[in-house]
């Protein structure tokens, strides 16, 4: 049982693991995205200062420059799209596995103690590893009999 909860912590720390990686990997593409956004309006502008100042060939230029521009933008997009939607499946699958290892740490817990109390159990009075409980009033019972018993036993002398 004990086996069966490293195995469980460990891929839970593997999925984990991998989360941050495709977390790091869709930073990455944003950062990416933020930048060839930036370039893309640059471009933009210069197509608009370009047709503004009547000279096509320089908008041509700057749209040939554009285009793919936006198609980077297009395809970026579909990658963040793509990693969001298998971060939030693999989010959900770490949430369960976490559910899981839990259970199965409660399960691991309890018979562990039960086993230990299995154990302490067989030991008898005279094993030496068996000393009872005895709560403090039980003594003090016991012993208010024991002087009672004296006393008497005194006084019939």
Same mark, same amino acid.
């Given at each position: 049982?004990?086996?069966?909860?490293?195995?469980?912590?460990?891929?839970?720390?593997?999925?984990?693991?991998?989360?941050?990686?495709?977390? *790091?990997?869709?930073? #990455? %593409?944003?950062?990416?995205?933020?930048? =060839?956004?930036?370039?893309?309006?640059? &471009?933009? +502008?210069? @197509?608009?200062?370009?047709?503004?100042?009547?000279?096509?060939?320089?908008?041509?230029?700057?749209?040939?420059?554009?285009?793919?521009?936006? *198609?980077?933008?297009? #395809? %970026?997009?579909?990658?963040?799209?793509? =990693?969001?939607?298998?971060?939030?499946? &693999?989010? +959900?699958? @770490?949430?369960?596995?976490?559910?899981?290892?839990?259970?199965?740490?409660?399960?691991?817990?309890?018979?562990?103690?039960?086993?230990?109390?299995?154990?302490?159990?067989?030991?008898?009075?005279?094993?030496?590893?068996?000393?009872?409980?005895?709560?403090?009033?039980?003594?003090? @019972?016991?012993?208010?009999?024991?002087?009672?018993?004296?006393?008497?036993?005194?006084?019939?002398?």
């Amino acid at each position: 049982m004990k086996q069966n909860l490293r195995e469980a912590e460990l891929a839970l720390a593997r999925k984990r693991a991998e989360m941050t990686i495709m977390q *790091e990997e869709e930073q #990455g %593409l944003r950062d990416e995205l933020l930048r =060839v956004d930036k370039l893309a309006r640059s &471009l933009d +502008e210069d @197509v608009a200062l370009a047709l503004q100042s009547g000279n096509e060939e320089l908008a041509r230029f700057a749209i040939r420059s554009l285009l793919p521009q936006r *198609e980077t933008q297009r #395809g %970026l997009e579909a990658r963040i799209d793509t =990693v969001q939607g298998r971060l939030v499946r &693999l989010g +959900e699958t @770490v949430a369960a596995q976490e559910e899981s290892f839990v259970e199965l740490k409660g399960r691991v817990r309890a018979q562990l103690v039960a086993s230990r109390r299995a154990a302490s159990s067989e030991c008898g009075p005279n094993d030496g590893f068996y000393e009872p409980h005895v709560p403090d009033e039980a003594v003090e @019972v016991e012993l208010l009999r024991r002087r009672t018993t004296i006393v008497a036993e005194q006084g019939g002398c």
